[in-house]
T-cell receptor, first 113, second 116 residues
Framework: AQSVTQLDSHVSVSEGTPVLLRCNYSSSYSPSLFWYVQHPNKGLQLLLKYTSAATLVKGINGFEAEFKKSETSFHLTKPSAHMSDAAEYFCVVSDQGTYKYIFGTGTRLKVLA | DSGVTQTPKHLITATGQRVTLRCSPRSGDLSVYWYQQSLDQGLQFLIQYYNGEERAKGNILERFSAQQFPDLHSELNLSSLELGDSALYFC???????????????FGEGSWLTVV
């Protein structure tokens, strides 16, 4: 069965410093992996996705993630945090066996001025 | 704007009542998903439809039901409402059925349900 673990429920960074949101997954198949962002009272917006092409995936708003099969990780990074990045972030793995998307429990990012 | 439209955006109703939430998927998308998001339980997958047929079921209560119509819009029916059903209900859509390689789901803005 597929699963995804977001290792931090809350992350705080100062504006202008790097962001690292961690995600580990388990998958019986070649996984598709996604990161979504949810701003307060808004829907989930796709940041980026990995689908077995390049292991370093670039997304919107300066975010990127690296697929590391040996570590079963798909961590999200950004070189320099902006106040507008404050939101909740979800790591998602798709299950090709059950047609389901498996969501992590989310990481709430706080950006300090 | 994801292209997924949900109505109503906000809804307040009393316990024991029934409500219907409506979702129009993105143009060309055949698959619709429903999720419930609450503070205590996080984001929970409820049910998925593909081209009018139920494809996957998650943590959907028996008091809840859904369907996808021939024009591909979907409705989520919530009945005998309880205080604990207060949540944000999301609809999402994708071109093909969920879980296949690279198939991306796009979310609507959600319907806020408050049960009083």
């Amino acid at each position: 069965a597929q699963s995804v673990t977001q290792l931090d429920s809350h992350v705080s960074v100062s504006e202008g410093t790097p962001v690292l949101l961690r995600c580990n997954y388990s998958s019986s198949y070649s996984p598709s992996l996604f990161w979504y962002v949810q701003h307060p009272n808004k829907g989930l917006q796709l940041l980026l996705k990995y689908t077995s092409a390049a292991t370093l995936v670039k997304g919107i708003n300066g975010f990127e993630a690296e697929f590391k099969k040996s570590e079963t990780s798909f961590h999200l990074t950004k070189p320099s945090a902006h106040m507008s990045d404050a939101a909740e972030y979800f790591c998602v793995v798709s299950d090709q066996g059950t047609y389901k998307y498996i969501f992590g429990t989310g990481t709430r990012l706080k950006v300090l001025a | 704007d994801s292209g997924v439209t949900q109505t109503p955006k906000h809804l307040i109703t009393a316990t024991g009542q029934r409500v219907t939430l409506r979702c129009s998927p993105r143009s060309g998308d055949l698959s619709v998903y429903w999720y419930q998001q609450s503070l205590d339980q996080g984001l929970q997958f409820l049910i998925q439809y593909y081209n009018g047929e139920e494809r996957a079921k998650g943590n959907i209560l028996e008091r809840f039901s859904a369907q996808q119509f021939p024009d591909l819009h979907s409705e989520l029916n919530l009945s005998s409402l309880e205080l604990g059903d207060s949540a944000l209900y999301f609809c999402a859509s994708s071109v093909i059925s969920g879980g296949l390689a690279g198939n991306t789901i796009y979310f609507g803005e959600g319907s806020w349900l408050t049960v009083v």
